[in-house]
T-cell receptor, first 112, second 113 residues
């Protein structure tokens, strides 16, 4: 079955550590996205990529970094510069020219 | 700046009731609007997508409408079931090649048996 796989499902980070969240899709979608979800708030866009080796900042990119070396993969690194990283992170993808977005099952990151 | 509002924030209904969830947006230059379902601790499942040129879309017991002039979309759920209990999110994408979905905060629906 085609879809988006996010791993791990739960992740714990110590203060000052960088952590990387994985997002892989086998839908052959061109564009990929990272959103952050906090309780009581709407999802907010962190980064997106429309093609390999290119990505753009979203509304809340500070403290995050991404790479897009392969079409099917779009990992997100939460750096120590991100002051409040505890949140639910969702990866999405979209076929260029198609209107709809497909979302993964999410990674819950907690700072301990 | 596009803002999306969903009212009510929470809704509790008895099983079998027909219900309407509301979504309003501030910028009428909307390219499309998508309704999602989110179960606790899970990702988003796409329910319906309405293009700006469309007025409504239907899938089973779900019907979504879009009125750009009034800045509103509604999700109608017929004959609600306990399995419909979830948070429902609407998200709009602006015209002009925007890659961003602007989300509302969601409506948490509880259908009581």
């Amino acid at each position: 079955d085609g879809g988006i796989t996010q791993s791990p499902k739960y992740l714990f980070r110590k203060e000052g550590q960088n952590v990387t969240l994985s997002c892989e899709q086998n839908l052959n979608h061109d564009a990929m996205y990272w959103y952050r979800q906090d309780p009581g708030q709407g999802l907010r866009l962190i980064y997106y990529s429309q093609i390999v080796n290119d990505f753009q900042k979203g509304d809340i990119a500070e403290g995050y970094s991404v790479s897009r070396e392969k079409k099917e993969s779009f990992p997100l690194t939460v750096t120590s510069a991100q002051k409040n990283p505890t949140a639910f992170y969702l990866c999405a993808s979209r076929l260029q020219g198609a209107p709809g977005y497909t979302f993964g099952s999410g990674t819950r990151l907690t700072v301990v | 700046k596009q803002e999306v509002t969903q009212i009510p924030a929470a809704l509790s209904v008895p099983e079998g009731e027909n219900l309407v969830l509301n979504c309003s947006f501030t910028d009428s230059a909307i390219y499309n609007l998508q309704w999602f379902r989110q179960d606790p601790g899970k990702g988003l499942t796409s329910l319906l997508l309405i293009q700006s040129s469309q007025r409504e879309q239907t899938s089973g017991r779900l019907n979504a409408s879009l009125d750009k002039s009034s800045g509103r979309s509604t999700l109608y759920i017929a004959a609600s079931q306990p399995g419909d209990s979830a948070t429902y999110l609407c998200a709009g994408r602006l015209q002009g090649g925007s890659e961003k979905l602007v989300f509302g905060k969601g409506t948490k629906l509880t259908v009581n048996p």
